[in-house]
């Protein structure tokens, strides 16, 4: 099914995932609390049954003694949480960590990377503490520079983290990472963050699931909220057979937020399309042609960029930007874009084909950066989303923010992502339009220089 975050009521009611390689090799699923029916009062109810969701859920049943009810319209990890590349890396939103400073000064800046890094550490904690099998790997993370002209400012990055952040990132020179860790064409330098997990996203998901439940949430499936509407201090929300009353309610729907559920996300959130192929497995001659040793999760210096690891199967998973909106003709055009892309990267895989390939909506704000807040007029609407296409650490820190906040907890510092709300898109009704152009241009841009 086709879904438009900003035109549908709900993404959905039941549907199974998507199929994919995460799904193909994710093992037996754990059981959920199933449907919810009938008229139930509940303190906390959390919209979105992603990592967000799931992570606030079991922070607030272990910590708080809160047990939250979740209301996921498919199945939990049905969204970008059990669809995504599996990196789990330090990204708190868009902008380069030069650019913060720039932006907010050097102490928040330094507030705002600890944070980063302490949302790595959690996912740690958190595979630990449930003791979830997701095949994490401590694999570290690799930007490479896809031109040659790009190493440079990646050199300067490195620079800055070890002088301002005290971070121990590495510039690898094109000879080293060609030699140490991956060939082709496009290897021409890269920054090393020491700090990222290569993880199996939808077993992680599915690992905090278990761990919410077990903690005292409910987790309902198939239970979409289609309206949502105040009674005095109360929060009604309808699902096809239930109706909720809530005093407080959270809102964790990230790139699947139906535009008109809430007022105070309105117009502040641009989903786009995310895409992965997988391959088949490299044989042993393409791993030495390729030159693609390293286990570390790749990014590189684009603008629309592209990411991409080598699976503990010896398959690629490489992903980018995805269709506007989703067709089934524009799906094709892209699993062969991408495709081409990848072997434009390693020529030796000219013989290589997509075994998988799959997509989802990830969330672009106005301002480039996830929120982490409340409602304008009321602070018993939380919401955390935003996370620009690299949430995976974030979201399950986040959920833990809003946990605390909830339960009028000490928050970890106070950084702008968690202490500002959604900024509106100026002329909202063009967002596509914007995205389209921005398409054209980051397009152009990546391609010279
Ligand atoms: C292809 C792809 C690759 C990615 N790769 C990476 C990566 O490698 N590293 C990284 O850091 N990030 C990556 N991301 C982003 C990352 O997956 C997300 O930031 C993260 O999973 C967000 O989690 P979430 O719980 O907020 O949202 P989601 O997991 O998307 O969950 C939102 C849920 O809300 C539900 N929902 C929506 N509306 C309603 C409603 N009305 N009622 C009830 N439920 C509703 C949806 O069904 C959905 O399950 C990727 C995303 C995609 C799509």
Not at 88 to 94: K, L, M, P, S, Y
Not at 209 to 217: I, K, W
Not at 353 to 375: E, I, K, N, Q, S
Request: with cysteine.
């Amino acid at each position: 099914m086709s879904y438009d975050p900003l035109r549908a009521s709900h993404p959905g009611t039941g549907l199974d995932y998507m199929p994919s390689y995460w799904t193909a090799t994710a093992g037996v699923r754990p059981t959920d609390d199933g449907p919810l029916t009938g008229t139930t009062d509940v303190d906390v109810a959390i919209i979105g049954g992603g990592y967000t969701g799931l992570s606030c859920a079991y922070h607030l049943a272990r910590h708080y003694g809160i047990r939250a009810t979740v209301l996921e319209a498919n199945r939990p990890g049905w969204g970008c949480s059990g669809r995504n590349g599996g990196f789990a890396r330090a990204a708190i939103g868009r902008h380069s960590f030069g650019k913060m400073i720039e932006r907010w000064g050097r102490q928040t800046a330094r507030r705002v990377f600890g944070q980063a890094l302490s949302a790595v550490d959690n996912v740690r904690s958190m595979i630990g503490e449930g003791g979830i099998g997701c095949d994490a790997l401590e694999a570290g993370h690799l930007k490479i520079a896809h031109r040659p002209s790009r190493a440079a400012a990646l050199a300067r990055e490195a620079e800055l983290l070890q002088r301002e952040f005290e971070y121990p990132a590495e510039f690898l020179t094109g000879a080293k990472l060609r030699s140490e860790h991956i060939g082709g064409s496009q290897s021409h330098g890269a920054l090393r963050f020491p700090d990222a997990l290569a993880v199996h996203p939808l077993k992680l998901a599915l690992g905090v699931l278990n761990m919410a439940r077990a903690a005292g949430a409910k987790v309902h499936s198939a239970s979409p909220v289609l309206s949502w509407r105040k009674n005095g201090h109360a929060h009604v929300l309808i699902t096809p057979s239930a109706t909720v009353r809530a005093r407080t309610v959270v809102l964790a729907t990230n790139g699947y937020t139906p535009e008109h559920l809430h007022d105070c996300i309105r117009a502040t959130t641009l989903p786009m399309l995310s895409h992965i192929i997988v391959t088949r497995a490299m044989t042993a001659e393409e791993k030495v042609t390729t030159g693609f040793r390293t286990e570390h999760v790749l990014t590189d210096t684009r603008n629309l960029l592209y990411y991409w690891r080598r699976l503990p199967d010896d398959r690629i998973l490489f992903g980018g930007r995805g269709q506007i909106t989703e067709s089934a003709a524009g799906q094709v055009a892209h699993r062969d874009f991408l495709l081409a892309e990848l072997k434009a990267k390693l020529p030796a895989l000219g013989a290589i084909r997509v075994d998988y390939d799959w997509w989802g909506w990830v969330c672009l704000t106005a301002d480039f950066m996830p929120h982490v807040y409340h409602a304008a007029d009321d602070t018993s609407t939380h919401y955390a989303l935003g996370y620009q296409g690299s949430g995976v650490s974030y979201s399950l820190f986040a959920g833990k923010v809003l946990a605390a906040r909830i339960a009028n907890d000490a928050s970890p510092d106070p950084i702008p992502a968690t202490t500002t709300p959604l900024p509106r898109f100026p002329f909202a009704a063009l967002r596509r339009v914007g995205q389209r152009a921005a398409y054209q241009w980051y397009r152009y841009s990546d391609n010279r220089g």
